[in-house]
């Protein structure tokens, strides 16, 4: 008998063991304001090995090459276009961590914005990067760190091996101006659940007061608590140190079960349950299968001719009907164990559930990917 290979029951498993264990603040919630910015910036790569831009097709890597080259007191007159293999125009992005300071460094990573066949062995030029505001937060330069490469013959034929058009510098932006940050401008720090829960959001209040004081910490809705903090930023960062550490436990996730009508994996969340329900499971086959005859005359004076007559062969198999009962309140392990005994594969499984929802017997949500 085939078993159903599902995840429900190692997923019951560790929800089991976590119930019996608190989980500190830190891990369940963020802190407003408490964040990091995307900061973006467009470049010129350098020193390509004749893989850059098709200038002719790329008129902004041109303009873009003159620009620079204007700035350092060489013109160009409009007249001319270059026809540089080794440049190559491209965007750049990185994120500017909360707190980060004027000094520091961040990763970049550097894509192709025009049709360069690849960046390796390239330079990007000083690029500054800017946020969502339009200020620039840090300067990007350096040799890039490419992963992919390509190699192609005269006759056409070409190799790529992983994407050589995208790289990346490490530590190569220095950030000029820091983020700004609400964390010590209010008398309130507020904490966004990771997982928006009622319960879990009263029992964060609770786990706070309890351990501070009454009137500390009061839940908002059921991602936000607010809480009282010390106005001057070294106390506030030792009361945020010390509440984040408090334990508790968390508000039980809701009864749910996802279905991925692809592979079959079916996950079955702790608190999964049905109403009285029964259920048959059994599948009919039916087979066509075509053939040809010859018919030939009955003796060599009959006149008669020799035809070829199709013929079809229909057969239909049905398998046992099986059905079963789900009692009311049924757990996860007994449904598993029921749909197990009738020999059910994964994707009987999915059918049964979504035949379960459809009856209006499944208590639980049911998401299928």
């Avoid at 200038?55 to 890597?61: A, G, L, W």
């Avoid at 079959?264 to 349950?273: F, H």
């Amino acid at each position: 008998m085939k078993k159903i290979k599902i995840l429900s029951f190692f997923i019951l498993m560790l929800l089991t063991v976590n119930s019996a264990l608190a989980e500190r603040i830190k891990d369940l919630i963020s802190i407003e304001g408490v964040r990091s910015n995307q900061l973006v910036g467009y470049g010129l790569v350098v020193g390509l090995d004749g893989t850059g831009d098709q200038t002719s097709q790329t008129p902004f890597t041109i303009q873009s090459l003159k620009n620079m080259l204007s700035q350092f007191g060489v013109s160009l007159p409009d007249s001319v276009r270059p026809q540089v293999k080794n440049v190559a125009a491209v965007t750049l992005h990185a994120e500017l961590p909360a707190f980060a300071k004027p000094g520091q460094k961040l990763d970049v990573t550097v894509s192709s914005l025009g049709n360069a066949k690849s960046l390796r062995g390239g330079t990007l030029l000083m690029t500054p990067l800017k946020g969502a505001d339009g200020t620039v937060y840090a300067v990007a330069q350096g040799n890039l760190i490419v992963g992919g490469f390509g190699a192609g013959g005269k006759d056409g034929s070409k190799i790529t091996v992983n994407v050589p058009s995208v790289g990346r510098i490490p530590g190569g932006a220095i950030i000029e101006v820091a983020a700004p940050t609400p964390f010590g401008s209010e008398n309130m720090v507020v904490f966004n659940l990771n997982t928006a829960d009622f319960t879990t959001a009263k029992r964060v209040a609770e786990a706070i007061n309890t351990s501070v004081g009454a009137g500390t910490a009061f839940p908002v809705d059921s991602t936000s608590i607010r809480v009282r903090a010390p106005e001057l930023l070294g106390q506030r960062v030792s009361f945020v140190s010390y509440v984040e550490n408090l334990t508790l436990m968390p508000g039980s996730a809701p009864a749910r079960i996802i279905i991925n009508s692809r592979t079959g994996t079916v996950v079955i969340g702790q608190y999964v349950r049905v109403t009285a329900a029964a259920v048959s499971h059994g599948n009919l086959t039916v087979s066509i299968s075509e053939s040809s005859a010859v018919n030939q005359p009955r003796g060599p004076l009959s006149g008669g001719e020799t035809v070829v007559v199709p013929t079809s062969d229909i057969t239909v198999e049905e398998e046992n009907n099986r059905m079963f009962n789900f009692d009311p309140g049924v757990s996860l392990d007994e449904i598993v164990q029921a749909v197990n005994q009738v020999g059910a594969a994964p994707g009987d499984l999915v059918a049964i559930l979504e035949a379960l929802k459809e009856v209006g017997a499944l208590r639980a949500e049911l998401i299928v990917i």
